[in-house]
């Protein structure tokens, strides 16, 4: 069996980093800080489609994104918690499956995050966005991720906190739990999900069962 895990709202949660590299991004071209609220409504995304969203002209977007990581980089770690119960839904997993993380975060930035929380021996693969083309809805990394793992299983589950983790799942024929803890609002989850819990262990309590 293979489980795979979003990170952002699903095993970590790094909004103040987030939210404080996006001020320091916007303050660093003199431009207006977006409300809270819509930047969380983006995260899950990639940074330049967030930076998009948030009204960045096309020909500055990459300029924003570059601020952001510089910053982001900085403070992530310092900043960045685990969700509850994170560690013991990964900890379960890996007595019952092989583990991977499927990330629109940068994969550079992800394997540091969980070294530092102590979680990243537990998983074979991370796919972060410079890893793919088109990252998620699109299911080229879950399908990236399942390439390097040495498991051949068609019993294959993502477990991520938005509609975009979920569509990845189908798209790439593999099941789909969302988790409510994250992002995503419970409404949206409920009609793209296979199944939905409260969180990630819930969400490996649930597979493990069947």
């Known amino acids: 069996m293979i489980i795979l895990f979003d990170l952002d709202g699903t ?9 404080e590299s996006f001020s320091v991004a916007f303050k660093t071209f003199n431009d207006v800080v977006p409300d809270d609220s819509l930047i969380k409504a983006e995260i899950g995304h990639p940074l330049d489609h967030m930076f998009r969203t948030l009204g960045v002209e096309e020909e500055k977007v990459w300029e924003y994104v570059n601020a952001y990581k510089m910053h982001y980089r900085k403070i992530s ?4 918690i685990l969700l509850p119960n994170a560690t013991e839904a990964v900890m379960l997993a890996n007595t019952i499956a092989t583990l991977g993380v499927v990330t629109t975060k940068t994969a550079k930035y992800s394997i540091e995050l969980l070294e530092h929380m102590g979680l990243m021996q537990y998983f074979e693969v991370l796919i972060g966005r410079e890893d793919v083309l088109y990252p998620k809805p699109h299911p080229e990394p879950i399908q990236k991720a399942l390439a390097k793992l040495p498991t051949v299983t068609d019993k294959v589950w ?5 509609c975009m ?4 799942a189908k798209e790439a024929n593999v099941g789909g739990i969302g988790v409510s803890c994250g992002y ?5 989850l409920e009609k793209c999900s296979d199944k939905l819990c409260q969180n990630a262990l819930e969400a490996v309590q649930f597979i493990a069962k069947i």
């Open 11 to 19: 095993l970590i949660d790094s909004t103040e980093a987030i939210l």
């Open 165 to 168: 983790d979920m569509y990845c």
């Open 158 to 162: 993502m477990i991520g906190d938005t």
């Open 77 to 80: 770690c310092a900043k960045t």
């Open 184 to 188: 995503g609002t419970k409404e949206s």
